[in-house]
C-alpha cells in the first residue's frame, strides 16, 4: 500500500474539513520532501556512478558507500581515543593516590593527555577558529559600518581601502599574517597556539567586509521619517542608533554576516591547511600527504562535514535573524 492510497483511506473516514486539511498538508509535505529526496537520491547515484568511471594514483574515487565506511571508521577511532584518554587520566589518579598515602606532603602534578587529536576534536578546534575570527570581525565590521552609514566624510575616507583589500585571497594574507604573528606573538606561555591565532586573524581579514559594507548601506536606507522623528524628540547619537538606526538596518545587517560567515567557513579550510592548526584543513592535508588507500575516502567525509557544518551555520545565523528582526516577528 503506497502512502496516496493510505492517505486516501484515511481521508474518506473523516469529516470534509479534516479531510481537506490532511489532503492539503500530505501535498505540501510531499512537495517539502519529495523534492530534495529525489535530488539527493540522483546525486548519490551519479556519485556512484563517476566514482566507477575515475582511477586516481590512489586508487579509485571512493563511492557513498566507501565513503560512509569511513565515517563510521572515523568515529570508532575517536571513542578509541577518548577511552585512551580516560584509562591515562584513571591511572594517573591512581598512581596519584598511591603516592599520597605514602607521603601526604607530596604536591602532585598532573599532565594532560597527548594523543592525537580526533576527527570529532578537529572538527571542533574548526568551530572555535572560526567563530572566534567571525566574532572578531563581526566587532570591526558592525561599529565602522554603522559611523560609514552615518558620515559621508568617513565614508569616502574607508571605501577606498574597503575596495582595495575586500578581492585579497586568504592566501595571499597568510604569509603576511604568519610574519607579523611570530613577530609580535612571542610569549613564552602563549594563552592560544600560534596557529589558531594565524588562522583566526587569516578569517577575520577575508570575512569582515560583506558585514562592513552591507551594515553601511542598511543605515543609509534608514527612512528619512525616523531621521526627522529622531530629530524631533532631539535623541542624542547613541540613542539615535540604537533606537532608529539599528532596528532598521538590522535585514541588511545580517545579510552580510550570513554573507561573512560563509566566506569565514570557506577561508578557514585553507589557512589551516597552510599555517598547520590542528582543524578541519589541517586533517584534509594530512589524508592527502598520507597517501593510503583509505585518503580518499576521508577526504570525502570532510568535504561532506564541511558542507554540512556551513550549511548549520547558515541557518543558526538565519534563525537569530527571525529572533532579532522586528520586521520578519516571531
Known amino acids: 500500500m503506497n502512502t496516496t492510497s493510505l492517505v486516501s483511506q484515511i481521508s474518506a473516514r473523516l469529516p470534509d474539513t479534516d479531510r481537506d486539511s ?27 556512478f563517476a566514482a566507477q568511471k575515475v582511477d586516481t594514483s590512489l586508487g579509485k574515487f571512493p563511492g557513498p558507500l566507501a565513503v560512509a565506511e569511513q565515517a563510521v571508521n572515523l568515529y570508532d577511532e575517536h571513542a578509541a581515543e577518548r577511552e585512551k584518554a580516560a584509562a591515562f587520566y584513571q591511572r594517573q589518579e591512581d598512581r596519584i593516590a598511591e603516592r599520597l598515602a605514602q607521603q601526604p606532603e607530596w604536591q602532585p602534578t598532573r599532565r594532560s593527555y597527548t594523543g592525537a587529536p580526533t576527527f570529532l576534536d578537529q572538527i571542533g578546534t574548526s568551530l572555535i577558529t572560526v567563530l572566534a575570527g567571525f566574532v572578531l570581525a563581526s566587532l570591526v565590521a558592525i561599529p565602522l559600518g554603522i559611523v560609514m552609514g552615518l558620515s559621508r566624510f568617513v565614508s569616502n575616507a574607508v571605501n577606498p581601502l574597503v575596495q582595495l583589500f575586500r578581492p585579497v585571497s586568504p592566501l595571499a594574507w597568510l604569509p603576511l599574517v604568519t610574519l607579523v604573528v611570530s613577530a609580535v606573538y612571542t610569549s613564552e606561555d602563549p594563552m592560544f597556539a600560534r596557529s589558531f591565532v594565524v588562522s583566526m586573524i587569516t578569517v577575520t581579514l577575508c570575512c569582515l567586509w560583506p558585514t562592513l559594507i552591507n551594515t553601511a548601506v542598511g543605515v543609509t536606507t534608514v527612512s528619512q521619517d525616523l531621521n526627522n522623528v529622531s530629530q524631533v524628540l532631539r535623541l ?87 529572533r532579532v528582526d522586528w520586521q520578519k516577528g516571531d
Open 22 to 48: 490532511l489532503l492539503r498538508y500530505s501535498r505540501q509535505l510531499l512537495r517539502g520532501l519529495g523534492a530534495p529526496l529525489l535530488g539527493l537520491a540522483l546525486f548519490l547515484l551519479l556519485w556512484q
Open 236 to 322: 542624542g547619537w547613541f540613542t539615535h542608533v540604537r533606537k532608529i538606526v539599528l532596528p532598521s538596518a538590522i535585514p541588511m545587517m545580517f545579510t552580510g554576516l550570513r554573507v561573512s560567515l560563509g566566506i569565514a567557513w570557506m577561508v578557514l579550510i585553507a589557512a589551516e591547511m597552510l599555517a598547520q592548526n590542528p582543524g578541519l584543513g589541517k586533517f584534509v592535508w594530512d589524508e592527502f600527504q598520507n597517501g593510503s588507500s583509505q585518503s580518499l575516502s576521508r577526504i570525502m567525509v570532510a568535504v561532506l562535514a564541511i558542507g554540512l557544518i556551513g550549511f548549520a551555520l547558515d541557518r543558526l545565523m538565519l534563525m537569530a535573524q527571525r
